[in-house]
């Protein structure tokens, strides 16, 4: 794991879409910093969007003709599905054929909102992650980040009220950046895999492992990807240290019973 990378996705000093980009560039060997090519195409949408806004002075107002924009203007509707193709997880191509996979779309948006004059920032509402724009003291916007539609108050307070806990202190909670990082990786992490890309998704787990060291989930992930890429002794250690630290988890007895399969004396060492 490259320590410079690490270093920078920890920082505070850099915003989650920068620390996407590091990370795009890292697992597919792009050049996004240095060609700038993204972003052409956010600037384009930003642009758009102000012109659309710009003789509006209701806040409230502002935001949902900004709304509309995005999702309808700019085409940034799409209907929620069970996965997304990895080109959906790159900014450029994700922007460029409209397939923007949940996380990177909620963060996009909040880029271009922000960028549009307003507080926003990504809540989790009860099943699922949102965005807010904060219109003025008084009037909010939530909304879905893949169909753009609007929560109403008396959906929200549904909503709420389904979470454990004293009622009279239910609240939005808002998604901090190392979190949206995770989700991301973790997604991306599931799309390589999803279409056999082992040797990538390899690194996002590499990254996720720097960032959460000895995480036994992760390390199973590991195991399972060196598996693939017929790295059998590494996957092998991997596969035990889950075994043990989740004795309890139903994939560790399958695995417990695999582990007598693998042959060393056929492992290819990297």
């Known amino acids: 794991m490259n320590e410079l990378l690490l ?4 920082s505070d000093e850099k915003s989650i879409l920068q620390k996407i980009i590091l990370i795009e560039e890292f697992i ?8 700038g090519s993204w972003r052409l195409s956010i600037d384009d949408v930003i642009a758009q969007c102000l012109n659309v806004i710009d003789n509006i002075e209701d806040p409230l ?24 193709p990895i080109l959906a997880y ?12 949940p996380v990177l779309k909620s963060v996009l948006i909040r880029h271009i909102i922000e960028q549009c004059g307003f507080d926003t920032d990504i809540v989790f509402v009860p099943e699922k992650a949102m965005i807010r724009i904060v219109c ?36 939005l909670i808002i998604i901090d950046d190392k979190d949206i990082l995770f989700t991301y990786l973790t997604s ?23 960032l959460r060291p000895n995480d036994p989930f992760e390390r199973r992930d590991r195991g399972f990807l ?17 075994v043990q630290q989740c004795p309890k988890d139903p994939a560790a007895q399958l695995l417990k019973m695999q582990l007598d399969l693998i042959s060393f004396n056929e492992a290819i060492l990297h």
């Open 90 to 101: 790159q900014i450029k191509s994700a922007l460029d054929y409209r397939e923007i996979s």
């Open 61 to 84: 107002l502002k935001a949902e003709q900004m709304i509309n924009e995005l999702f309808i203007g700019q085409l940034l509707l799409d209907n929620p599905r069970d996965s997304w």
């Open 226 to 242: 060196l598996h693939q890429l017929d790295c059998f002794k590494v996957a092998y250690d991997d596969y035990r240290y889950f």
């Open 28 to 35: 597919f060997s792009s050049t996004l910093v240095v060609d």
């Open 136 to 171: 003025d003291d008084l009037y909010a916007i939530i909304f879905d980040p893949v169909t753009g539609e609007s929560l109403n108050w008396k959906e929200l307070d549904l909503r709420l009220d389904e979470q454990e806990g004293d009622p009279s202190q239910q609240d």
């Open 188 to 210: 991306l992490k599931g799309a390589l895999i999803n279409e056999k890309v082992f040797d990538k998704a390899l690194k996002c787990v590499d990254i996720l492992l720097s």
């Open 7 to 10: 270093s920078e996705l920890e």
